[in-house]
């Protein structure tokens, strides 16, 4: 008898110390507090087993005190409580926006999602993941919550895991990956709209009572009109230096949508997944569903401090070779358009030599041969050079490149196909497109059917081929120019899984060409800027923010893109676009990863002097543009003059970069504009780089100021007209 009591004892405390120590709770009412450096997300757990967030906002001192936060719900027997549900189901006692909702194997329709345990696994130094184990009481149905969250940088990546154990399938309709409530006495949401050209144009306004959702449901090419990106400011709007923000976005390459629910009692509810539009998601038996991450950062001290975390983490865990180098290179693509041939391509490789870049990237127009590829209307999907164009394959051009010291990219679309194709000819089941619907095309084009395994491997194979037979290639720009219309795949039995199953196989896609080629440098292009993403950009080292390289245009979406992705990962080119001077234009394009996309051959011979000592002068910076620290100074659209900072880490060396962004009269720096990230004890010498040839200027370069001055003072960069691009660099003496 003694003995069994003792080993009950035993069984017991054993049960204490493992819950103690592995972070299982079994206890009642609880609260459990997720912190950052500087931000805590509190969950409580209610007698009555609800998981509800208490809090989210600024860390406080004591660990102890979380638990004394009080329910931002009025306390009411009418009211359930559930208001606040960490994760909101439907069809029970919640009646707000859910962020799931199904129809159970037997047809019922109501959900419920009681605590079941918890558990904070320590994944690395800074990382921890908090599991948060839901059940609905009635049914086998469970859900599993998670919370990555990354300490310095005060990220929390969040998304969910569904299963059940019912007797046939259940009909997921809603799916979210994440469900935040925020307190705070006024919402500001800052949103993003485009268009081609015109990707990252901002509105910022007041939250209303009621939904606002942020959603696209255009397939791939999914961000054309709206990008996932957003940012919500509590109290009143934030700016870079104050105010607590929180800036959000999912990470998912296709159809997404973020309700922002402003309920009754001013709490603000989001609720972010992927877009369940047209994609009631059949859960079979024991199948888990694994929701994409939608990622966020809290600051209390403004939008800048919120855009520099996420660089740092971007660097650190997102971005392919986020510490990594980029290459700078030579595109043809506006040079040529789909006009060129190997002797042309071959006067470029000299050219791409002459201007002093990395690389030369041949664009779109190199393939097919039954219908060449010689204008967008036809050849996309037939992979094989055009024998006319390319008599000698890319093989020649890419030793060719090697002879000249240089490096060659190449361009391409392989998601896509035009119907005039070989490939469209050959298998049409391939593609997606309603089988008694005529077609609609999207720039001449349909979407390939990459739920398909066979899709997936030749689009793996696009890829495969032309580094198997070229293994010097070093670099491709992956482009994507087609939304999905009349959705509808021939593989599938199930057609509201294709949103979905599309993503997925370009994931595996993109694993695959990712286990092969880990390192070779890729960017992600959708038409412009279509795609960006944390979870594509985990696949590529870099993204192009648009087609538009105007650079006055480039100024406000480079602008805007920097607060949600670090620099070092956007791929900006010199063009034509725009009447701005060569000088203009470069400096621009300076602020992330350089290239250029015109005809050296059309440089004067001042023009291409600039040109080449602007290579050499990026190649002296770079290392602070790309792994520094950015500060937005004087914003594009408040002030007549744009200032951008980038600092290096160790606070020796800055770049700002000055533009003159209104020609009225007398626009321009009357006043010094202070700057930002410095060591207030350091001198710092200033001097201007990357003039024109034959111009000179007013800033003498011998005098030195303390960072303290800088940043309390300022400096006058002297934009004007006449110095409407102006970059100053800053050496700690
Ligand atoms: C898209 C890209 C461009 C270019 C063309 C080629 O529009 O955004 O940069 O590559 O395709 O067709």
């Known amino acids: 008898m003694m003995q069994k009591k003792r080993v009950r004892l035993t069984l017991l405390i054993n049960l204490f110390v493992y819950c103690c120590f592995s972070g299982i709770a079994y206890s009642q009412t609880q609260t459990i507090p997720l912190e950052t450096k500087h931000h805590a997300l509190v969950l409580q757990v209610s007698d009555q087993q609800d998981v509800r967030i208490s809090y989210l906002g600024r860390r406080l001192n004591r660990v102890a ?16 409580g559930l208001l606040n549900s960490a994760y909101t189901p439907s069809g029970s006692r919640n009646l707000m926006e859910p962020a799931i909702s199904v129809t159970h194997a037997d047809g019922n329709q109501s959900l419920d999602l009681r605590y079941v345990s918890h558990e904070i696994q320590q994944l690395e130094d800074g990382i921890s993941l908090l599991k948060i184990a839901l059940k609905d009481p009635v049914y086998p149905f469970e859900v599993t919550l998670f919370y990555k969250a990354y300490f310095k940088d005060d990220v929390v990546e969040q ?11 259940v009909t997921l309709h809603k799916f979210a990956s994440a469900n935040l409530h925020l307190k705070a006495s006024a919402y500001w949401l800052r949103q993003y709209y485009g268009d ?20 696209s449901k255009l397939g791939t090419r999914a961000n054309l009109f709206q990008p996932p990106v957003f940012m919500v400011s509590l109290d009143r709007p934030a700016t870079e230096h104050e105010g607590e923000v929180l800036l959000g976005s999912l990470q998912w390459s296709g159809n997404f949508r973020t309700d922002l629910e402003l309920d009754p009692q001013n709490n603000l509810r989001i609720i972010s997944g992927i877009n369940n539009y047209a994609s009631d998601y059949s859960l079979e038996k024991g199948e888990v569903f694994t929701t994409p991450v939608f990622m966020y950062t809290f600051s209390a001290q403004g939008k800048g401090l919120a855009s520099r975390n996420l660089h740092n983490w971007a660097r650190d865990y997102k971005l392919l070779d986020g510490h990594g180098q980029r290459l700078t290179l030579l595109n043809n693509w506006e040079a040529t358009y789909f006009d060129f041939n190997e002797e042309k391509l071959k006067a470029l490789l000299k050219d791409t030599k002459k201007l002093g870049v990395d690389l030369f990237l041949l664009d779109d127009g190199w393939f097919a041969n039954k219908y060449p590829r010689n204008g967008d209307t036809a050849g996309l999907g037939d992979w094989e050079e055009n024998r006319s164009k390319l008599p000698n394959g890319i093989g020649t051009l ?3 490149a090697s002879a000249n010291g240089v490096k060659f990219g190449i361009w ?4 896509m196909v035009n119907p005039k194709s070989e490939l469209y000819e050959t298998h049409p089941d391939w593609v997606i497109k309603q089988p008694k619907r005529d077609e609609y095309y999207f720039r001449n084009q349909l979407v390939l059917d990459l739920s398909n395994p066979d899709v997936q491997d030749f689009v793996f194979g696009v890829v495969d081929d032309l580094f198997t037979e070229n293994p010097d290639l070093a670099y491709i720009k992956w482009d994507c120019n087609a939304v999905i219309y009349n959705a509808y795949s021939a593989h599938l039995d199930n057609q509201s899984h294709l949103y979905i199953e599309y993503v997925r196989g370009l994931y595996k896609v993109l694993e695959r060409v990712r286990a092969k080629y880990p390192t070779v440098p890729m960017m992600l292009c959708s038409g ?20 538009n390289t105007d650079p006055m245009e480039r100024i406000f979406i480079q602008w805007e893109n920097s607060y949600f992705y670090p620099a070092i990962a956007s791929a900006n080119h010199v063009t034509d676009w725009g009447k701005q001077p060569i000088k203009f234009r470069t400096d621009v394009a300076m602020m992330g990863k350089l290239g250029f996309d015109i005809v050296i ?22 290392g602070t543009i790309w792994h520094g620290d950015q500060y937005r100074l004087t914003h594009p659209r408040e002030n007549s003059v744009a200032s951008m900072l980038f600092v290096d880490k160790a606070k020796e060396k800055g770049v700002l970069f000055n533009y003159l962004v209104n020609n009225r009269y007398d626009e321009g720096s009357h006043l010094p504009i202070k700057l930002d990230g410095l060591d207030p004890e350091r001198n710092y010498r200033i001097s201007e780089i990357n003039l024109y040839p034959g111009t000179s200027s007013p800033i003498a370069g011998e005098q030195v100021y303390s960072g303290d001055f800088l940043m309390k003072i300022g400096f006058n960069p002297q934009v004007r007209k006449a110095r409407e691009s102006v970059i100053l660099q800053l050496e700690a003496e």
């Open 601 to 622: 051959d059309h440089l004067n011979d001042n023009d291409l002097a600039f040109c080449q000592q602007a290579v050499k002068t990026y190649n002296g910076i770079k």
């Open 398 to 400: 890419v030793k060719e």
């Open 196 to 215: 081609w050209a015109r990707e990252m144009q901002p509105e910022e306004e007041k939250l209303t009572h009621g939904i606002k959702v942020l959603d």
């Open 412 to 415: 391409i679309e392989p998601e």
């Open 65 to 80: 005190e979380y638990k004394s936060i009080p329910d931002t719900y009025k306390q009411s027997t009418d009211y359930t």
């Open 159 to 169: 998304w969910s895991e569904i299963k059940h154990d019912e007797r046939g399938a």
């Open 528 to 547: 412009g800027g279509g795609r960006v993403d944390y979870a594509a950009l985990q696949y590529f080292t870099e993204y192009w923010p648009s087609d």
